[in-house]
């Protein structure tokens, strides 16, 4: 499994994109950069789109992808939330056209919506895809993922504390997970149903307790304004607990 780190950010900038993660060239999780740092054959590979949920910087690309990508009909996977939120706010006809029906230009939809239930599996090309609630400020999910030859990974989208309940239900190589602030703003990670150093170290430890081993971390979503802070924070974690945590890794590509 090759997964491409394409955004890891909460903010958009030149340097700094919104989240978006691509399996072997043709799974892509989230749409923030997903046109804007692909190229139109790269977009072309694109197969389908499992989303978390509806906020803004998760969804912003579905439109520019689908307008790239007329020839194709390419399925967008999310709860029934997340597909009402882009369908009635975005892709609504009035900002950007439905893509999911033909009209004057497309020969046939560019996109295909279906809704995805929680612990409900799912078969998508070579992968088992199991979605599962995670605790946010809308109705969000995230996705464990099996490839055929055995290797998972577990994405949490944006996610606040709380994860004890998915960890006794997956076992993945790889965590996926959100870190959005450090830890002097923890009240706001709280709030906001976000993770910072001090959190994700509570969820780490619990995943230990039920699973007896430390998966490798990789995480996303990060505030820009506070990267160096957060990065000083999660280097500190990651000796202090002897697993190795991933923290700047936009741009990275990996395989397990």
């Not at 439109?63 to 709860?79: D, K, L, Q």
């Not at 009402?84 to 919506?113: A, M």
């Not at 006794?168 to 150093?197: G, R, W, Y």
Request: glycine residues 4%.
């Amino acid at each position: 499994m090759k997964i491409r780190f394409l955004g890891t950010y909460n903010s958009q900038s030149r340097k700094t994109k919104f989240v978006t993660i691509i399996i072997d060239d043709i799974l892509a999780l989230d749409a923030g950069c997903l046109s804007s740092e692909l190229t139109l054959l790269e977009q072309k590979n694109i197969k389908a789109i499992l989303l978390t949920h509806g906020h803004y910087d998760h969804i912003k690309d579905i439109p520019s992808f689908a307008f790239n990508n007329t020839n194709e009909t390419t399925m967008i996977y999310g709860n029934n939330k997340t597909l009402e939120i882009l369908s009635t706010h975005l892709i609504d006809g009035l900002i950007y056209p439905n893509f999911t029906k033909k009209n004057h230009y497309l020969k046939k939809p560019s996109l295909k919506f279906f809704i995805l239930e929680p612990f409900k599996k799912l078969d998508l090309f070579d992968y088992k895809v199991t979605p599962v609630n995670v605790n946010h400020t809308i109705s969000s999910l995230g996705y464990e993922i099996i490839s055929n030859n055995g290797k998972s990974i577990f994405f949490s989208g944006d996610t606040g504390p709380g994860l004890s309940d998915i960890w006794i239900n997956i076992n993945p190589q790889v965590l996926i997970l959100d870190l959005t602030f450090p830890d002097k703003m923890e009240e706001i990670a709280i709030n906001s149903k976000h993770l910072c150093p001090k959190l994700l170290k509570e969820e780490l430890l619990e995943f230990y307790k039920i699973k007896d081993y430390f998966p490798e971390v990789f995480l996303l979503h990060l505030n820009p304004n506070y990267e160096s802070e957060i990065s000083k924070e999660i280097n500190d974690l990651s000796k202090n607990m002897n697993i190795k945590i991933n923290v700047n890794n936009q741009g990275k590509i990996i395989s397990i």
